[in-house]
């Protein structure tokens, strides 16, 4: 199981690290729009719609991200990146805090459109605005989140995080995705300042080490909110199109609190 996990994520990386690299603008923004649509569409079933509603609600999803991305407006872009920001930082929490039980789909659906549609236009945007290999750092910070809160779990788990909504993850495991993080950090903004690419100044160091760091924690957020959508549908996976992981769902649960985080933080330096 683990051969077969490790296998479908490196293809995975590997691919989207050529596309990042190698595509242009309108051929990434179609990519996010598919894999949007991917999202969009277990997201509908985790919330039991039929297949006519899962298909309307996919294309809503995707129209409402090729009207942001494509020809994008700062204020419009901003209030995306907001309203994902306080969802991850006040509504999620208290969603996992409480596990309301809603009667329709209504509630599910609407935290899914702030859930998906900001985090593939931050993948869109952050590109346009940093360039590949900043957005590709970013993505790799989250990478190194995920794998270290997995094997510290593993290896040191005593104290379980959020035992009704996702048993397996312990606090043992966000701390060794926090420490990895800050590793990464701290030598990416060396490796950063030493090729000139951001100025040698130690604010800079240590904003870019604090950026990804909450966004790790916005990574863990992510995770758990996946979790308890699962849990509150019934199912182990939200799908079965990657091996060894689940659904489409399953393997981007993280990016999608992380991604927004980044964007509104990166936006707020650049207008400083």
């Known amino acids: 199981m683990m051969t077969t996990r490790i296998l479908t994520a490196a293809v995975l990386i590997a691919l989207v690290v050529a596309a990042l690299f190698f595509l242009p603008r309108t051929g990434w923004l179609v990519l996010a729009a598919i894999m949007l649509a991917q999202g969009a569409w277990e997201w509908g079933g985790l919330a039991r719609l039929g297949t006519g509603a899962r298909a309307a609600y996919t294309m809503a999803l995707v129209i409402a991200l090729l009207w942001l991305a494509y020809a994008p407006d700062p204020v ?7 309203v994902a920001a306080v969802f991850w930082v006040i509504v999620a929490p ?12 209504g509630a599910p659906l609407a935290a899914g459109l702030v859930v998906l549609v900001p985090a593939f236009l931050a993948l869109v945007l952050l590109r346009d605005d940093g360039g590949p290999l900043a957005l590709l750092a970013l993505m790799v910070s989250i990478w190194i989140s995920d794998t270290a809160a997995l094997f510290t779990g593993r290896r040191f788990g005593r104290h379980k995080l959020a035992p009704e909504v996702s048993p397996g993850k312990t606090w043992e495991g966000v701390y060794g995705a926090l420490v990895a993080v800050a590793a990464y950090g701290a030598l990416t903004g060396w490796a950063f300042m030493r090729s000139g690419l951001i100025a040698p100044r130690a ?29 509150a549908a019934g199912v182990k996976d939200s799908g079965k199109l990657l091996p060894g992981h689940g659904g489409w769902l399953d393997r981007i649960d993280a990016q999608t609190a992380a991604l927004p985080v980044a964007a509104l933080i990166f936006s707020a330096f650049r207008a400083a």
């Open 76 to 82: 419009s872009t901003r209030w995306a990146y907001t």
């Open 94 to 105: 208290w969603w996992l805090w409480r596990r309301p039980a809603f009667s329709g789909p």
């Open 203 to 231: 604010s800079l160091f240590w904003s870019w080490i604090l950026m990804l760091l909450a966004i790790a924690a916005a990574g863990v957020v992510g995770d758990l909110f996946e979790s308890q959508m699962k849990r």
